[in-house]
């Protein structure tokens, strides 16, 4: 590894951390993830056989931050080979944290620019349709429920209501009715509609890093993994999803309350709402630890965390994150 310049060049590419999320930044990050995995496949299966502790890792690790790229080219082989494995090892580990955070970042922003708009363009319709019945209309309306005279009168519901129809076109009082009664629904539709006409953006920045990153579960049959997995497999072959037939997604992944969101009124999947749900989902999951990467530091699933922590002798560390205060008081107390 240290026979060239070439790869001396590569130790110091390697060593330049993350220094933002934005696209040409983060397009160099997937690249030095992906083309570092087959050494960090070999330094995992090879560095248990040292009985080498996490914690020693870290500290092998460290000391190529320490020596410059000639030092290490003279200390002896094996050890300048040991610290280079160690160093890959956690490297590669802390980039699959900068990929996730990145994830977590982009669907972040991109869902809270959604927010917003569904709350704007929900207000700015309300508007419109109030301005097609004034607010004297509105009074008119509203004050025949207290019409003592109407009240005691013969009239049927029917004729009240086309009194209604005269002050406020029925259209216009249906259309107010139904955004009032569904106001979250409604708003929520607009908000995916904002994923769907700004899928460039989720194309760009959400999808390459979601393509580098090998989401795991408990459960191998997990429905957001299937989900996951079948998207990999559009994107690797490069299909667009627009030309994959509905039957073909998996559903299993897709809530009750969002099956109206994502499958229109014909049945047929609308892909790019599909695209996001997923990592909607993926985002919230990582959050609960039901979805993990154990190629990770900060992102493992709670029984490798565990052996880490346990391994380093950090007991204290690992009680305190699983939040329970009686586990950390003495017995003798």
Known sequence: MLSSEDKL???????????????GAMKKEINLHQSNKIIYQFSKKLLPDFQISEQNVHYYADC???YSSYELNQLP????????????YHRYQKMT??????????????KKSAGIYGSAAYSQEQKRLLANADQRSIGLLIGNYANEPLLKSRKTFKDVAKEAYKIIPKETIIQISQQMINQDTYQMALEWQYYHEHRQMMKLNIRPVFRAL???????????????????????KGIPIT????SEFPQNVIPKKFKEIIIDSKGKIRPYHYEFLVYNKLRDYLAKNIIYLNDSI??????????????????EKLLQKINKPKLLTSIKN
Do not use: M
């Open 298 to 315: 900060k992102y493992k699933s709670f029984d490798e965390d565990a052996k880490s922590h346990l391994e380093n002798g950090d007991k």
């Open 97 to 110: 944290d900068n990929l996730i955070q990145d994830l977590i970042y982009q669907h972040d922003k991109i």
């Open 243 to 246: 030309k994959v037939p509905s």
């Open 77 to 88: 082989k094996l050890t300048s080979y040991l610290y280079l494995l160690c160093y890959i």
């Open 64 to 66: 190529v931050n320490y």
């Open 9 to 23: 060049n590569k130790i110091r590419e390697l060593k330049q951390d993350l220094t933002g999320f934005n696209y």
């Open 214 to 236: 090998d989401f795991q579960a408990d459960k191998s049959n997990h429905p957001l993994l299937e989900a996951e997995n079948f998207l990999k497999n559009i994107f690797d």
